[in-house]
Structure formats: structure tokens, C-alpha cells
């Protein structure tokens, strides 16, 4: 049986989320510097939302899961990250700023879990496709950074909090939009138990496990990966580029990505996810200054987060129940969110004390145990729909 899918509509909500991403990862904290804040404070306030992500999506599934009503939660959320993001032009104090923060983060990170379920159920038996949508969400990152960029070289940071608003009113647009589907319940699912009964099934707490280590190996590149460029006597035009040119990198693997999990398995692409993300961690402690390993080391990007990512939601979706699809994706969320607090906290202990080569290693330490994780526990019959 053919249906119609709302591949623009769909597309285009990725599109506007990642946007805002790309409006915040390169240039909250250099706004909170403009405010004069200093690092330890700015370093707080930036953690705060990625905290609110251990939270926010397990609450937020559960009730996606119990309501079946998850289009009302993503447009709820969406709008309420608007209102509540919208408060920051009231005080710019640093308990305002936290409270700002916590509470917008708190309906961002209702948004994304429950939309990934919606995503799954328009795309019913054709979920290889899921990455040629989702690489719009990539596109949307790279154009906001490369925008910004170019936008606060000619305006002043005080801008900053409108060019969010603006992004944020686009998302919730962009909800409104979008077409409701759900899950279809299958016979027999009724007998796969609750959620927690899902998830003490054989294979599964090792797959969320990895995920956690996955994120905490990538704590030293998404906190210092600039400073340490830098230091090499990288350019920020440079680097810039090569943020780009990590995402770019994405974007085409998200391409073909319906094609390698039609050859190959999902075990098999996390566990070279993960290897190839223990070596790209070892070349940016070691080896950055040259600049052709940096190239290479960057294009990888495309396995550590890409086909990770991509093969982890297809692990989800067939892992758990269509009722409790919205838990599954949340819990996904927040152990990325746990494990990319704890890796944040850890690079910033051991960067000043260890260095960057030691600090990438104990990041590529990680990512090998959970390649051994993944290669032991995990077996392919534990992902039959």
C-alpha cells in the first residue's frame, strides 16, 4: 500500500530545530561573555539546558506515551520554549539568566523525542528513510552558523536574543504545519509488556549504556575543540570552516544511509561508529596541527555523530512497543544529555591538569568501551520489530 509522505513539512521542522541549535552551541557562551560574565558563570549557565535534557524528555515521553497526543506536546513545547526564552528581555541578571534558561530548555526538550516518534510513524515501513530527512536538520545548523557568523561581525551581540526568537517563532510555524500520524499497534505487541519490561530486555540497557559513553567521549570536542585549534594557530575563519565541513560530512552520510542499513546491520554501524570515533578522538589530541589529518579527522564526524545517531533511532524504533515509543526516544535523549554533562565536567577538569592529549584519549577510552559493550551484548535478534 502507497501513502503520501509530508517529506517538506517533516523535513522543514528539522530544518528550524537545528537552527536554533546552530544559533546556540557557537554563540551562547561568547553571549554571556558580551554581558561580562565570567567564565565559571558562563560555564554554569551553558550547562544548565544540557542538564534540563537528563530530565526533560523522560517526563515528556511518558506523557507522550500515556496521551498518545504527542503533535499537541511538540507545538505546546515549541511554544512555550518561545514564551519562556522571551522572559531573557525582562532582567539579564545571573538568577534570571539561570531561570531563563532551565525553563526554555525544560519545553525545548520536550520537543525532539516526541517528534522522532511522529517522524517514525509517517515514515511506517520505509524507517531506513529517516536520514534523508533529518539531514535537513544538519543543513538548518550549518546555515545558522555560517549566518551568525556573518550577521555579528557587522551587529552587536545585543541582537543575539532576537535572532532566538526569531528561530524559535519559526519552529513553532513549522509545528503547526506538520500532519498527525501515529504508530501503528501491531498483534502481538500487546504482549511485549510495559516499558521498564521493554527495557530490561537483552541488549537493550547495553545499547543505552554505549550511548551515554558515546556522548561523554565527545565532552573534550564540543567544550575545547576551538580553544585547542586555536592554540595550534588555527584562524576562527578556519575553524569555522571546519565545523562545516564536520556537519557537511553528515549531511552526505545521512544521504545514504538508507543504503548501508540495507547492507549492513545495526550493530555493525555503531560498533564502526565507535571505533572510528576512538580514532578520531587520539588524531585531534595528537596530530591537529597537520593539517590533512585534521581534514580527515573532521569528515569523521559523519560516523561519530551521523551514522550513529541514525542507526540508534532505528535501534529504538525497533526495540520498543509503538506505545511506548515516546519513553524509548526520551530515555535515548537524556543519557545523551547525562552523558555529554559528565563529559563536559570531566574535559574541563582534566584540561589544564592532563592536557589535550590525555583528555582526548580518556575520550577515546570511552568510545572503546563502548564498542566492547556494543560488540558483546548486542545481537542482532533483540532488533526484530
Given amino acids: 500500500m502507497t501513502f503520501a509522505l509530508p517529506y517538506w513539512r517533516l523535513s522543514g521542522f528539522y530544518f528550524s530545530y537545528f537552527a536554533l541549535l546552530g544559533a546556540t552551541a557557537p554563540f551562547l557562551a561568547l553571549y554571556f ?3 561580562g560574565f565570567s567564565a565559571a558563570r558562563i560555564g554554569e549557565l551553558v550547562a544548565i539546558p544540557m542538564l534540563m535534557r537528563c530530565v526533560a524528555p523522560n517526563l515528556w515521553g511518558w506523557l507522550g506515551d500515556v496521551t498518545g497526543r504527542r503533535l499537541l506536546i511538540v507545538r505546546l513545547g515549541a511554544l512555550c520554549t518561545l514564551v519562556s526564552f522571551a522572559s531573557i528581555f525582562y532582567r539579564q541578571d545571573y538568577a534570571w539568566l539561570a531561570l531563563v534558561m532551565a525553563l526554555h530548555a525544560f519545553f525545548w526538550h520536550a520537543v525532539l523525542p516526541q517528534f522522532e516518534v511522529i517522524t517514525l510513524a509517517h515514515l511506517r515501513e520505509q524507517a531506513a528513510r529517516y536520514s534523508q530527512i533529518r539531514l535537513w536538520g544538519s543543513i538548518g545548523f550549518i546555515c545558522t552558523v555560517v549566518g551568525l557568523g556573518a550577521l555579528f561581525e557587522r551587529l552587536s551581540l ?24 501515529q504508530l501503528q499497534v501491531h498483534a502481538g505487541e500487546t504482549g511485549r509488556g510495559g516499558f521498564l519490561q521493554q527495557l530490561r530486555r537483552p541488549g537493550v540497557p547495553a545499547f543505552y549504556v554505549a550511548v551515554a559513553l558515546m556522548l561523554l567521549s565527545h565532552g573534550p570536542y564540543y567544550t575545547f575543540i576551538t580553544l585547542h585549534l586555536e592554540s595550534l594557530g588555527y584562524s576562527r ?20 544511509m538508507a543504503r548501508l542499513l540495507a547492507r549492513f546491520s545495526v550493530r555493525q554501524v555503531l560498533l564502526a561508529s565507535l571505533l572510528l570515533a576512538a580514532l578520531r578522538w587520539l588524531l585531534l589530541g595528537n596530530l591537529a596541527e597537520h593539517w590533512p589529518v585534521l581534514l580527515v579527522a573532521q569528515v569523521m564526524h559523519a560516523a561519530t555523530f551521523g551514522s550513529f545517531h541514525a542507526a540508534a533511532i532505528h535501534f529504538v524504533r525497533h526495540s520498543f512497543a509503538a506505545r511506548q515509543q515516546g519513553q524509548g526516544q526520551a530515555l535515548y535523549a537524556a543519557l545523551s544529555g547525562v552523558g555529554g554533562a559528565l563529559g ?27 564498542a566492547v559493550i556494543i560488540a558483546r551484548r548486542l545481537r542482532e535478534p533483540e532488533l526484530a520489530p
Fill in 33 to 35: 561573555d558580551h554581558l
Fill in 158 to 181: 545585543d541582537a543575539y536574543p532576537w535572532t532566538l526568537i526569531g528561530i524559535m517563532l519559526a519552529i513553532v510555524l513549522s509545528s503547526l504545519w506538520i500532519p498527525n500520524a
Fill in 237 to 256: 575563519s578556519q575553524i569555522g570552516w571546519l565545523w562545516a565541513l564536520g556537519v557537511l560530512a553528515e549531511i552526505v552520510l545521512f544521504l545514504v
Fill in 344 to 370: 563536559a565536567l570531566y574535559a574541563g577538569y582534566s584540561w589544564n591538569s592532563l592536557g589535550p592529549a590525555w583528555t582526548f584519549a580518556l575520550a577515546s577510552l570511552a568510545a572503546l568501551l563502548a
